[in-house]
């Protein structure tokens, strides 16, 4: 073969050989088994953080929720330390002037007039002690000898009678009734001698008290400017409830 036919042959060899070992191949011209696969690589490194992303968009506001119900009431803490005492504020306007309280009041007492000279007239069953000590209130009669009571309470009477010429028995009366009864006999005594008594009653408005003396022999109640007998009640204590004092 000539020269000149074996230039256009190497060409084409040289051609398909540079091909051949681009793609890692050793040249040949006789194709040979696929070879083993080769062992994993190792792994690479991490790679380094994205960025971060943008914000989100801003939500629709949600609805309101309804209201929940009331919890339980906790437990009461531990009192406090007292404060200290604040200024003394200013001293106030005097006020108007109230109505006075007074005690209920009722006494009375009287003396017998003189009866040397005449005998003694009772009236209505009273001994007429007409001569008034003192009556303040006008709750006794000089003239009908009787104390009517005003106060509801108790009160205290006393009768003292000088006793002459003859024997003395009287009674003290409540309302017709005897509540308590005194005697003295009369010897003759060329001198008057004395009898007295007292009680405790208790009496409610229109009550009325007085000395009711026995007829005959037993009226020996004496009074002259020397000696008197007398009358004598007031109130101990009252039971008024209508009272300022006593409500």
């Given at each position: ?5 074996l230039?256009p ?27 083993i ?5 190792v792994?690479?490194?991490?790679g ?5 992303g943008?914000?989100?968009?801003d ?12 919890g ?13 005492s604040?200024?003394?504020g ?14 209920p ?14 005998p003694?007239v009772?009236?209505?069953?009273a001994v007429p002690?007409g001569?008034?000590?003192l009556?303040?209130q ?30 003395l ?9 005897v509540t ?14 004395s009898?007295?008594g ?13 000395v009711?003396m ?9 009074s ?16 008024w ?6 409500a």
């Amino acid at each position: 073969m000539t020269p000149f036919l074996l230039w256009p042959l190497s060409l084409f060899l040289l051609m398909n050989s540079s091909n051949q070992l681009e793609d890692n191949k050793i040249p040949s011209l006789c194709s040979g088994q696929p070879g083993i696969p080769g062992t994993p690589g190792v792994h690479g490194s991490p790679g380094q953080s994205g960025r971060d992303g943008r914000d989100g968009r801003d939500a629709p506001p949600a609805e309101k929720g309804e209201t929940g119900e009331r919890g339980q009431n906790g437990v009461s803490g531990e009192r406090g330390y007292s404060g200290d005492s604040g200024a003394q504020g200013e001293k106030g306007e005097r006020g108007p002037s109230g109505e006075c309280a007074v005690a209920p009041k009722s006494a009375f007492s009287a003396k017998m007039a003189d009866n040397r000279s005449m005998p003694l007239v009772v009236v209505d069953n009273a001994v007429p002690f007409g001569v008034v000590i003192l009556n303040e209130q006008g709750d006794y009669n000089p003239e009908t000898g009787r104390f009517t009571c005003r106060v509801p309470g108790v009160y205290y009477f006393a009768v003292h009678a000088t006793v002459y010429r003859a024997s003395l028995q009287f009674d003290l009366m409540k309302n017709g009734h005897v509540t308590a009864s005194y005697f003295q006999f009369y010897g003759n005594w060329p001198k008057p001698t004395s009898l007295s008594g007292g009680s405790l009653l208790h009496l409610v408005p229109g009550d009325q008290v007085w000395v009711q003396m026995a007829l005959g022999e037993y009226g020996g109640f004496y009074s002259s400017s020397k000696t008197d007998s007398t009358f004598t009640g007031f109130l101990v204590y009252s039971e008024w409830k209508n009272s300022a004092v006593f409500a």
